[in-house]
Each structure stands twice: as C-alpha cells, then as structure tokens.
C-alpha cells in the first residue's frame, strides 16, 4: 500500500476505536490510537496473514502484549476482514466474543490471550523459539506499552531472546510516554529503554512510531538483521488522531461521552476527507 492509502486505513482504524469504546462506555482509547499507525502497517503491508484462514501454520503471529489496548487491535482485525466491523460495537458487552482483552479462542486473529502486563513478551518468545525448533520462517511481532515494561518478566524474556538469537522476533515498544497515573518517565522510568534492549543483545531502532515511512524502514531493517531480536522504540502520541485526547494521561482509560464522541468522529470524518482530496 501507499502512504496515501495506509493513512486512510489508520484513520479508518481510529473511527473503529473511538466507537467501540464509546459503545462500551469503557476501554482503553488513547493508547489504543497511538499505536493505530504500527497496527495499520503490520496488518496491512508487513505481515503473512490471511484473514480466510486466521490459523494457517506459516502465518506471522502478534502478541498484544499490553492487551487493554483491545479496540486498537480489534478495529485493525476488522478492517483487514476477520469479522464484520458492526461488531466493533458490541466491544464489552455482555455475551460479545469481543471482551475488553483479547482472548485467542473465541476472536478470528487473536494469537494470544493476553490482558496481564508483562506476560504476552515471554508467549512471544515462545512462538518464536518454536518457530526456529520447526524450522519455519514465519515472524512474531510483540507490542508492548512503555508503562508495562516496568514489569520485570519483560526483561526475562528479552534476555532469553537474546540469548538464544531470535532473529525472528521483533518487540515493539508503543513509547507514548503516558500510562495510567502519569508520565511513565515521572512514574517509574525505563529510560533509555534502547540501551537497556541493547543490553539484552537485542539490534535497536528508534523511530517516530506514527511515521509511515519510518515503520516501513524499520521492520525492513529488522528483517534483514539476523543472528539477534530486534526492538524498535516507537515514540508516539497518546491518543494520536483526537485532538483533546493527543498526550492526554486522562484518556489512558476513558470512553468519550455522547458529545465528546460527536467531536472526535467528526475530526477523523474530516481528517479522512482531507486525506482524499490529496
């Protein structure tokens, strides 16, 4: 795809998130819509996938490791055609097969079930060794919040990977500098979180993570880098798409009410217009 045509499929991606959380009246929108960009381009250029056949044994796989940030994966899954967007609506409804993190045995896509932070980086490395034991070439892609890897089982699995040279394995970080009680650098910082992956063996790419053309440059510098995991810090802005939620703590957990979901579609409606006029 274009640049032209991923950016309108992000902001495609973004209207799903903003209504289903709205229609939840929960969830998780703001990193939900600073990671939409590195979903879109995953989803829709880098990974081997089939949205016909959402097991196939040679797919690439993603972990959603900080998994509260659901609606972003679950508004890509449905704009690439694993299930009818309509459902986005449903999100955390009673009796909805899309719960509030996801859950790999009941949504078409999801590879791991994974809401608990710190634990969906080890289910990746795990994949990924698997993957080099069967000799398969498939990839795995770990998304990770900047907040949760001040879980220790982060680091864990990436001195594992490190040390067994998964060179299949590509760990993002989502570095949007915000979680839930604040700035992470002011909570509990991890900074500089590319030293501390270099020091796990890891080869280190930082980037603008709402880029197109810097996400294009680093998963292909990824796979071409062998012997090592890679780790592409992505700096992004929380609640990237929505004015009065962009680099907002606040929207870290909250769904916008009636008029403050009016005001956000009605940007992405015309962030999308202005997108198609180029």
Not at 157 to 178: E, H, Q, S
Not at 237 to 266: C, L, T
Request: glycine fraction near 10%.
């Amino acid at each position: 795809m274009t640049n032209q045509e991923l950016k309108e499929t992000a902001v495609e991606i973004r209207k799903g998130i903003v209504t289903a959380v709205h229609s939840a009246a929960s969830g998780h929108p703001g990193g939900s819509l600073s990671a939409a960009d590195i979903f879109t381009y995953l989803y829709f250029e880098e990974m081997n996938i089939d949205p016909k056949d959402p097991k196939k044994e040679d797919r690439d796989r993603l972990v959603l490791s900080k998994g509260h940030v659901a609606p972003g994966l679950y508004a890509t899954l449905a704009q690439r055609g694993y299930f009818p967007k309509e459902d986005l609506k449903t999100l955390r409804h009673t009796g909805s097969y899309l719960q509030g993190h996801p859950d790999m045995k009941h949504i078409p896509g999801v590879d791991m079930s994974s809401g608990s932070l710190g634990q969906g980086l080890s289910a990746a490395v795990g994949m990924a060794l698997a993957g080099k034991m069967k000799k398969k070439d498939y990839r795995v892609y770990a998304v990770t919040g900047d907040g949760e890897i001040q879980e220790g089982q982060i680091w864990e699995a990436a001195m594992f990977a490190g040390a067994r040279k998964l060179d299949n394995l590509v760990v993002i970080v989502d570095n949007n500098n915000l979680q839930i009680d604040g700035a992470v650098s002011d909570v509990c910082s991890p900074y500089p979180i590319d030293k501390k992956f270099e020091a796990f063996n890891f080869h280190v790419i930082n980037i603008d993570g709402n880029d197109f053309d810097e996400i294009r440059a680093a998963l292909k510098e990824a796979r071409e880098t062998k012997g090592m995991p890679t780790a592409i810090i992505a700096k992004t802005i929380k609640g990237k798409g929505v004015s009065f939620m962009e680099d907002q703590a606040g929207w870290h957990g909250k769904a916008p009410n009636d008029e403050e979901y009016r005001i956000a579609m009605d940007e992405l409606e015309k962030a999308g217009e202005a997108l198609c006029r180029k």
